[in-house]
């Protein structure tokens, strides 16, 4: 088999293998046990095996590639576009809140049929801005909104700037402040136009509680790029 078809197979049992693993924490937080923990360790015990054929010592060591994980649109109606990529387009509320620092409203959906399901598969980001900031400008330059930038994921943001920066693109506003968020951004000008994320982040999760409703009332709100639910005397 080719190098790079090895590669993909690794990638992939990684990948594979992260899922059976936050199944089996799921079914620990459920209580576990029974014939969904059997099957849990059984293709755990597969998927061990495979990686061993395939020269993989440990499927988890091995690292995901960089992939898009979602589109950042800017609107000017969040409850209207939440009801046109949730409940018309068939998109699932993950996660959002408002984002004091830059001064907008966010809902993340995402889709079936992505890699890893909820937790892995590409993301809509809905952006409303509830300020002047760079966002509004954004909205009012273009009337209507539209999408505004692209997020990808990837295992090692040093490594994947070092990369960019040799293929002679322009990395700027490099941010490491936040615990679990790592991001820098490529200039406009070497990305025929659009401005694109790239982040060193775990797989975005759905949030337990989380509606439109609830969003749209800001009992969000997002603490070091994490939604966390805002008590009601903090939002008095």
């Known amino acids: 088999m080719a190098e790079n078809g090895v590669g993909d197979l690794r990638a992939a049992t990684a990948q594979a293998w992260r899922a059976v693993e936050r199944m089996r924490a799921r079914l620990d937080d459920l209580g576990g046990g029974g014939v969904l923990g059997v099957l849990g360790?059984?293709?755990?015990?597969?998927?061990?095996?495979?990686?061993?054929?395939?020269?993989?010592?440990?499927?988890?060591?091995?690292?995901?590639?960089?992939?898009?994980?979602?589109?950042?649109?800017?609107?000017?109606?969040?409850?209207?576009?939440?009801?046109?990529?949730?409940?018309?387009?068939?998109?699932?509320?993950?996660?959002?809140?408002?984002?004091?620092?830059?001064?907008?409203?966010?809902?993340?959906?995402?889709?079936?049929?992505?890699?890893?399901?909820?937790?892995?598969?590409?993301?809509?980001?809905?952006?409303?801005?509830?300020?002047?900031?760079?966002?509004?400008?954004?909205?009012?330059?273009?009337?209507?909104?539209?999408?505004?930038?692209?997020?990808?994921?990837?295992?090692?943001?040093?490594?994947?700037?070092?990369?960019?920066a040799r293929g002679g693109l322009t990395v700027v506003d490099i941010d490491r402040s936040a615990p679990e968020w790592h991001e820098a951004y490529l200039s406009p000008r070497d990305t025929q136009g659009c401005l694109v994320q790239i982040a060193q982040s775990p797989d975005i999760e759905r949030v337990a509680g989380i509606t439109v409703d609830s969003v749209l009332r800001d009992e969000w709100e997002w603490r070091d790029h994490v939604p966390r639910r805002v008590t009601t005397e903090a939002r008095r």
Do not use: Q
Not at 88 to 106: E, K
Not at 125 to 134: N, T, V
């Open 41 to 164: 360790e059984r293709i755990a015990a597969l998927l061990g095996e495979f990686a061993w054929e395939i020269g993989m010592v440990d499927p988890a060591e091995a690292p995901p590639g960089t992939r898009l994980d979602h589109v950042g649109i800017v609107v000017r109606d969040l409850r209207a576009a939440a009801t046109l990529y949730g409940d018309l387009l068939g998109g699932t509320l993950v996660t959002g809140g408002v984002h004091h620092g830059v001064g907008v409203r966010s809902m993340h959906f995402t889709y079936p049929g992505g890699p890893g399901g909820t937790s892995g598969g590409t993301k809509v980001e809905l952006l409303e801005p509830m300020r002047p900031g760079p966002i509004a400008r954004f909205l009012e330059a273009r009337g209507s909104g539209g999408m505004h930038h692209l997020t990808f994921f990837t295992p090692d943001l040093t490594n994947a700037i070092d990369d960019l």
